[in-house]
């Protein structure tokens, strides 16, 4: 039998309640995609009745949501700053602690038409953000996945946002000497023994976009070595990384010679970017 919207919210977040902390939320998320509606409509159309079709759908979405199936691979859809992107198992689904990262680079001073580089770029979401807020820079997104590749391209063109350009290199293996202002990266930095790797959304992700070797720090520290050829003189390398590698990243980057380091906080107070200038 078909509910009304509250009686279909609340059925989905009890089923929920045992194996997600978002139940009610993931349950609204779910049925708005299927009904195609802003939020505010659950609010102002609580009576609303499902049709056999929608109910039968929410149903089928809740099944795979028990199943531990992040929310954002059912929908095919994660919100990052602002912006709706296509999201699938390819890559990571973004996160808000990566807004920390945009919100640095947005901060920097540099030339009106800055050339920046997305490594590692996955859905797009980096570059797509730094773009919709900087059109004069020219952004460069990279990733070495193929399909990774495919679906940044699909976000880019979907969101008409035309100075990010996306392409496939293993890091800087296809950039050619190329030189830029600014370079950012969300790169591997989870350790292969850590046991988050066994909770949670990242079940549902790819193992190579998570994890590194060297207690995590294999490829900031390959980012960090190869990126001094690639930026400019005065050039910015911003990294993402765990909340216990702060002090190993600042490290790293005064042994590779740059300077005015510093480390950020996210939104719950732990060490999540460090940047740094190329002299």
Known sequence: MAHTLEQAIAAGADLLAL????????????????????????????????SDEQQSQFNVFIQRRLKGEPVAHITGLR??????????????????DTETLVEQALEIALPATAKVLDLGTGTGAIALALGSEMPNWQITAVDRVSDAVALATRNQQRLA????????????????????????????????????????????????ALVADDCGMSDIKQIITQSRDYLSSNG????????EQGEAVRHFFEKMAFINIKTVKDLGNNDRVTLALWP
């Open 236 to 243: 910015y390398l911003l990294i993402e990384h765990g909340f």
């Open 161 to 208: 946002i035309n100075n990010v350009h996306a392409k496939q290199s293993n890091w800087f293996s296809e950039l050619h000497g190329e030189k830029f202002n600014l370079i950012v990266t969300n790169p591997p930095y989870i350790e292969s023994s850590d046991i988050h790797l066994n909770q949670g959304d990242v079940r549902f992700e790819p193992l190579s």
């Open 79 to 96: 919100e990052f700053w602002s912006l709706s992107l296509e999201v699938n198992a390819t890559t990571l689904i973004p996160r808000p």
């Open 19 to 50: 194996s997600s902390e978002s139940a009610k939320l993931d349950a609204q998320v779910l049925l708005l995609h299927i009904l195609q509606k802003p939020r505010s409509y659950l609010f102002t159309w609580p009576e609303h009745a499902l």
